[in-house]
């Protein structure tokens, strides 16, 4: 099979030709039709999600199942799959309470400690295969099992919201941020879009922002104070969690509110705030680890309903992987992206 290969942390991919992967007793073979590419895969090519090089990366797998091991009775060749992104055991406390992504016996991610979706086979365990509903393509059921079902866990567990809430979404344009604002607008907020481009801005309020702010050379807390007649936001939700967007964040918060972290913080260890906050304000500050198998489910259905559209802009084969990583690494790619096989 034809594949793209990270021999070292950070290299380029690497063309090759290897051997169709063997299935275990509980294992399944998917035969790769499409598979997403997001800013995800900029910390795992560094290594920061453990795993181990040479590596085939890529988890926003969509395909066909070719083979599926002895022990499997869950699905079956020529079944349209997806696929969870974590490597989970499904017994301890975490998984059967439904929070599998704080698994404690984790065992790596897709991509990282096995072979993903960057070659034109899969050897993915069977369990963590999700069928592809009627109707919804190999690209968009890829990109949803991260982009959309991250932000479907966010509402649901991490800050719940009600008609009427505001959500800032930091990264509005982004490849999750599109996401953020389409299922924000599911629960009924009033969603207030931030990147640093008009270009993805526009994009923004296509999918539903009410309001935008351009954050180039701006501080973001002034022009959301000035939004909200002072108030300030009940939630926001950062996909970019730098050292400036967490403090600016903060400043942003309403009385009440909720800040959720999606993206990994990296690069800045102390921040400044007005700790009083947490008492007089009550505020929130959290994370959001990715989502479980039946969220991604859910996500699937939205999709296929078309309350949510998976924002699959821009499309390549796989032999181009090394222009798409520097695009995708530089920001300069609107909304989600895939390489589609033949």
């Known amino acids: 099979m034809k594949a793209m290969v990270m021999k070292e942390w950070?290299?380029?991919?690497?063309?090759?030709?290897?051997?169709?992967?063997?299935?275990?007793?509980?294992?399944?073979?998917i035969k790769v039709k499409a598979c997403g590419i997001g800013y995800t895969l900029t910390g795992l090519r560094a290594g920061y999600n453990g795993g181990s090089v040479p590596r085939i990366i890529g988890h926003e797998i969509g395909g066909i199942l070719e083979e599926v091991g002895t022990m499997v009775t869950t699905c079956k060749p020529g079944d349209r799959v997806c696929v969870s992104?974590?490597?989970?055991?499904?017994?301890?406390?975490?998984?059967?309470?439904?929070?599998?992504?704080?698994?404690?016996?984790?065992?790596?991610?897709?991509?990282a400690a096995i072979d993903g979706g960057f070659a034109e086979y899969a050897r993915i365990p069977a369990r963590n295969v999700i069928a592809i509903p009627e109707g919804v393509g190999f690209a968009e059921a890829g990109v949803s099992t991260d982009a959309v079902a991250t932000n479907w866990h966010v509402f649901r567990k991490r800050v719940p919201i009600k008609p009427n809430d505001s959500v800032l979404v930091i990264g509005a344009g982004g490849g999750v941020g599109i996401h953020t604002v389409q299922v924000a607008k599911v629960f009924g907020a009033y969603v207030i879009g931030v990147d640093v481009s008009d270009e993805k801005l526009e994009l923004a309020k296509k999918?539903?922002?009410?309001?935008?702010?351009?954050?180039?050379?701006?501080?973001?807390a002034k022009e959301v104070l000035k939004l909200t007649a002072g108030?300030?936001?009940?939630?926001?939700?950062?996909?970019?969690?730098?050292?400036?967007?967490?403090?600016?964040?903060?400043?942003?918060?309403?009385?009440?509110?909720?800040?959720?972290?999606?993206?990994?913080?990296?690069?800045?260890?102390?921040?400044?705030?007005?700790?009083?906050?947490?008492?007089?304000?009550?505020?929130?500050?959290?994370?959001?680890?990715?989502?479980?198998?039946?969220?991604?489910?859910?996500?699937?259905?939205?999709?296929?309903?078309?309350i949510v559209q998976p924002v699959v802009i821009n499309?390549?084969?796989?032999?181009?992987?090394?222009?798409?990583?520097?695009?995708?690494?530089?920001?300069?790619?609107?909304?989600?992206?895939?390489?589609?096989?033949?």
Request: charged share 25%.
């Open 10 to 29: 950070n290299g380029p991919y690497e063309p090759e030709d290897r051997p169709i992967p063997e299935v275990g007793p509980l294992d399944v073979l």
């Open 85 to 111: 992104f974590y490597l989970t055991c499904g017994h301890c406390k975490w998984c059967v309470n439904g929070r599998e992504t704080l698994c404690e016996n984790f065992e790596g991610f897709i991509g």
């Open 207 to 220: 999918y539903g922002a009410d309001e935008v702010i351009n954050a180039a050379g701006k501080e973001t």
């Open 231 to 306: 108030s300030g936001v009940d939630a926001i939700v950062d996909m970019v969690s730098t050292k400036q967007t967490f403090e600016e964040d903060v400043k942003s918060l309403g009385r009440g509110g909720t800040l959720v972290l999606v993206a990994v913080p990296r690069g800045f260890s102390e921040f400044e705030m007005d700790g009083s906050r947490f008492i007089f304000d009550e505020i929130t500050i959290t994370g959001n680890r990715y989502a479980n198998r039946q969220e991604i489910k859910e996500s699937l259905e939205l999709v296929k309903r078309g």
């Open 315 to 342: 499309t390549f084969p796989l032999h181009e992987a090394n222009r798409v990583q520097k695009l995708i690494d530089n920001m300069e790619l609107l909304g989600r992206t895939a390489f589609v096989f033949e």
